[in-house]
């Protein structure tokens, strides 16, 4: 079942391009971070669809993936990713959404960066995923792994 796609749109069920949505599997429990008004609805039901369930603010248990949106207004991404650590699972992931270069409270790459190194993690990639915001895929270093 296809359904037409803008470019930078991710198709739901995880298949097509690469991105938070593709990266993911039915069953798995995702955590949403630094959700508000302006996040791209279509992606997180594009990410619900994917996991075959919701999006989680608060667990109890240990997290597959955390879906961490940050705006530079939203202060240290460090701080940030830090935070989203606190639930992940040793092997889990975290996708940092942030606003594309050029937009309102875009954070720049060199920062996300330089926070990624501080928080143990390395950056594997970073795609467009809609008009206005970017993902950067980041997971635990080796040496970082509780």
């Known amino acids: 079942m296809g ?50 369930g919701e999006l989680i603010e608060d667990s109890v248990d240990a997290v597959d993936v955390v879906v961490l949106w940050w705006r530079d207004d939203d202060g240290d991404v460090g701080d ?9 699972t040793d092997d889990g992931r975290i996708w940092l959404l942030t606003p594309k270069v050029g937009r309102d409270n875009y954070v720049d790459p060199a920062d996300i960066a330089e926070a990624a190194a501080t928080a143990g993690l390395a950056m594997t990639s970073t795609i467009a995923v809609s008009g206005d915001w970017s993902a950067s895929k980041l997971v635990r270093t080796k040496g970082a792994r509780r």
């Open 80 to 88: 940030g990713l830090m935070d989203a650590l606190t639930d992940l």
């Open 3 to 52: 359904t037409s796609q803008k470019s930078g749109d991710r198709p739901t069920g995880g298949k097509g391009p690469a991105g938070p949505a593709h990266d993911l599997e039915p069953g798995q429990v995702v955590q949403e971070l630094g959700w508000d008004s302006d996040v791209d609805e279509d992606l997180r039901e594009q990410i619900e669809s994917a996991i075959e």
